[in-house]
Structures are given as C-alpha cells and as structure tokens.
C-alpha cells in the first residue's frame, strides 16, 4: 500500500497540473495588442483620463459606462495603471485578470470545506474542482484588458461575500459588505446579490447584519445608478434595459449555465442547464441553505445571473448563450453542484467493485474534458493574437484593410456569433448556402455564391435557390 505522504503528494500534483498547464496555455497566447472591448472600456476610457485632474478622475471611475455597465473596480485598475507607468500596458492588465482565478479557486475550497461535516471530507474529493476550474472554455475571458476584469472579478467577490456572510463575527461582516462593493464595482450581475444577502440575514435572524447589508446596498445603487444611462442595450432594438423584462428567457439562462456541455448545438446545454436546476431545487427541498448556506446562495447568484442575462441577451438567439466568454459562469456552478453532490456521496459506504470502477471513469471523464477544453481554447487564442498582430501589421504598413469572411474565421460558432453580437452588428452570414426564413438564427442566415454570371444563368440559380426545400 502507497504510505500516507505518497498518497498526499499525489493528490497535490493532480490538483496542481490542471493550473500549470492553464497558465503554460494562457503566456504562450498572450498580446499587447487591444482587443474588441479593450477599446472601448480601456482606450476610450484613459482618453478622457488624459483630459481630467484630481477629483475628475474619481468621479470617471464611478461613473463611466461601458454598454450596461458601469465598470468601477476595472477603471480603477485603468487609472491607477496609467498615472504609474504613463501609458497603459494591455498584457500587464491581461496577466492581472487571468490570475483571479487563482483566489477564485482559493474560495470555492473554502466553500467546499463548509459545513459541519466538513471533516468526512477527502482532499481527493476536491480534485476535481482544479480539473474543471483551469480549462480553456472560457477562454475569451482571458487574456486581454477588459473581460477578466469584470467577468472573473465579479464572480470571486460574489462567492467570496457569500462564503463570508455565512461566517460569524463582525469581520467576517465587514469582509462581506467589501466584497458585496467589490462585486457589484465589477459587473452589473453583482447587484443580484442585494437581496441574496439580505435573505441569508433573514434566515439567520439576525436583524443588525440585515440592516448593514441594506444600508451598504443603498449607497452602492445610489452610486451605480446616479446619471445611469438606461438606454445602452446592444440587445434590444428599442437600446432600452427596461423592456429586458419582456425578453427573459428560461431556455436561453438554462444554456448559459448548462454552456459547458456544448460546442455549437444549444441543445445540449439547455437540457444540462435544466438539470442543474433540478438538483438546485432538490438541494433547496433538503434544506442546504441550512446546512452549508454559502454554498446554497453562491448557487443561488449563478441561477439570477443566467435568469438577467437572458432577458438582455435572449434577442441574439438562443446559440450565443454559449459564447465562450460567459462560460466560467457555467464551469463554477458546475462545480459548486458538483461540492454539494459528493458530501452525499462521501457519507455512504460503496462496495471497491463499485467505487474503484466509478473513479476510474470520472477521473477518465474530466481529465478528457480538461485536455479538449485547452485544445479548444488555446486554438482561440493563437488564433486571435495572430489576427491582432496581422491585422497591426497592415496598419503599420498602410495597407488596405481586409474584409473578414467566415472562410477565414472559419467555421461559424457561438463564438463567432457571440463576437458578431457584442461587437454590435444585428445581422451575421454564415458560409452554407440556403434561403432566408423565419426561423431561421439572424446570426448565422445562409448565402449563396454568385459569380460573374450571366442574365440567363444568373435566373436560373435563382429559380433554384428559392425552390431548395433548406
């Protein structure tokens, strides 16, 4: 039998090969060039910094707005960054947001630890969590200036305030009202975690931590929402937040949480989604917000997040819920079912015919999983970085701009489809021939080639389109 040190060191290097493989990825891939959002959060941005002095500047960072968003803990980084160096540097801010990963994972074993059986607990049993953590989904929520930033930030402060809330003792307290500032500062979807916290104190009965919840809440919507702009949607015709309301979408939020089981079908990732639901509302039937309430509404801010995004990004249609940008959404609470899960599991006793067996395949499962992800992802990332530098490079020279086709992006994804969408374009052409129908998905509507035919040909491959059956 492997002694007790042997078997600790091997739990440790599993546990440890997924984030040094995910970093190796990350340098390999990484540009100083700006990329989509980097131009309008960063750039745009620090041009209206240079024309501002002293309190200007804290005023631009509260209330600057980036679409929906008011970004304030990443233009703080922006600003500070540029009164140190003088200039901005997109690869400093880049490796910053990548590296929130890393606290992230630091909370969710904290989250896993939770409970007062927490000690039943196997560190092997968290091994997983590194797997399905540090992989390349996501990937377009790495590696430039912008996107880490929000969409990692907010994620770490949310789970962070509520591990924090569930926790005894005024710091404790004041740790989670900071990270209750700290999420909503970074993204939008922070703000679902006003009334998260202010029904974790309710449950608790304790009505003074309610109270300084609420009141720390109102000073942070005050803040947010002075001079918002509520007419900034990408999404909606009428560019209104408001009607966002009348375009919520339960399948549209079931593929953004359930994006980690899909490449380009949302099929696959609405019913995911619908199960990870299932098990959310049977782990409220047995009371976790009880036992373990961190992780309970941890769970809880992932299920209002996919809820809103749906009503801002449902009219996109339904396949760039899997963009791979909001994919750490999905991947974290994955993981967070998965801690749920496995606390039931440990509790019972298998039979090694049974267990062995079952481990093997997991273990088998996730290490494909994690492989196929950074094939994926890494994939991504050279090939964007390649396109910034070639695109740089016909600029430096002067040379005429060249017109993307999708047989150079190459096949149309939900990626793509969800880079067309952000980027503000209504309307996308993928490269199948067909014709144009209802129901058809606006951001990947067929085309057909026409050449330089003539009169009478030109007739007849039209007559011909419009009577293909696709």
């Known amino acids: 039998m492997p002694s007790t040190s042997a078997k600790r060191f091997a739990i440790w290097s599993a546990i440890l090969i997924p984030p040094l493989c995910f970093y190796y990825l990350l340098s390999k891939s990484l540009t100083r060039l700006p990329f989509l959002d980097d131009y309008w959060s960063v750039l745009e941005f620090l041009l209206k910094w240079k024309q501002e002095h002293g309190l200007q500047h804290a005023v631009q960072i509260l209330t600057s707005q980036h679409n929906e968003y008011r970004l304030m803990f990443e233009n703080?980084?922006?600003?500070?960054?540029?009164?140190i160096l003088g200039h901005t540097d997109i690869r400093g801010l880049s490796i910053l947001g990548d590296l929130l990963v890393i606290p992230m994972f630091g909370v969710l074993?904290?989250?896993?630890?939770e409970g007062d059986d927490a000690r039943l607990n196997s560190l092997l049993s968290f091994v997983p969590a590194s797997w399905i953590l540090f992989?390349?989904?996501?990937?377009?929520?790495?590696?430039?200036?912008?996107?880490?930033?929000q969409n990692l930030a907010v994620i770490l402060f949310a789970l962070l305030s509520c591990y924090l809330a569930a926790r005894p003792g005024d710091k404790a307290l004041i740790g989670s009202l900071c990270s209750l500032l700290l999420c909503i500062a970074s993204s939008g979807n922070g703000l679902f975690l006003i009334p998260i916290g202010a029904v974790m104190f309710l449950q608790q009965k304790n009505y003074k931590r309610f109270a300084a919840w609420c009141v720390t809440s109102l000073l942070m919507v005050a803040v947010y929402f002075h001079g918002y702009n509520f007419h900034a949607s990408q999404a909606h015709a009428d560019k209104s937040l408001l009607s966002s309301i009348q375009h919520l979408s339960p399948f549209y939020g079931a593929a953004f949480l359930g994006s980690l089981a899909a490449k380009a079908n949302p099929a696959p990732a609405v019913a995911f989604g619908f199960l990870l639901l299932a098990i959310f509302l049977y782990a409220t039937w047995e009371r976790l917000f009880v036992t373990r309430p961190g992780l309970y509404y941890s769970m809880l801010f992932f299920f209002g997040t996919g809820f809103a995004v749906s009503g801002l990004r449902s009219?996109?249609?339904?396949?760039?819920?899997?963009?791979?940008?909001?994919?750490i959404n999905s991947a974290i609470l994955v993981i967070l079912i998965y801690f749920y899960?496995?606390?039931?599991?440990?509790?019972?006793?298998?039979?090694?015919?049974?267990?062995?067996?079952?481990?093997?395949?997991?273990?088998?499962?996730?290490?494909?999983f994690n492989l196929m992800s950074d094939r994926a992802g890494h994939k991504l990332?050279?090939?964007r970085r390649q396109k910034l530098e070639a695109a740089m490079l016909r600029w430096e020279?002067?040379?005429?701009?060249?017109?993307?086709?999708?047989?150079?992006v190459g096949d149309y994804t939900a990626e793509t489809m969800g880079i067309a969408g952000d980027s503000g374009y209504h309307f996308a052409c993928a490269s199948h021939p067909g014709v144009v129908k209802p129901w058809i998905d606006r951001w990947s509507m067929p085309r057909s080639l026409v050449r330089d035919w003539d009169a009478e040909t030109f007739s007849a491959n039209l007559r011909g389109w419009f009577d293909d059956p696709r």
């Open 109 to 113: 074993y904290l989250l896993w630890r």
């Open 76 to 83: 703080f980084f922006f600003g500070l960054q540029y009164a």
């Open 315 to 327: 009219d996109l249609g339904l396949v760039t819920a899997l963009g791979s940008r909001y994919r």
């Open 381 to 383: 990332l050279l090939t």
């Open 135 to 149: 992989q390349l989904q996501y990937a377009s929520s790495l590696n430039n200036a912008m996107a880490p930033l």
């Open 397 to 408: 020279r002067h040379e005429p701009k060249v017109i993307a086709t999708t047989s150079e």
């Open 341 to 368: 899960l496995v606390r039931k599991l440990e509790g019972r006793q298998w039979s090694s015919s049974i267990q062995v067996p079952a481990i093997c395949v997991f273990a088998l499962a996730l290490i494909g």
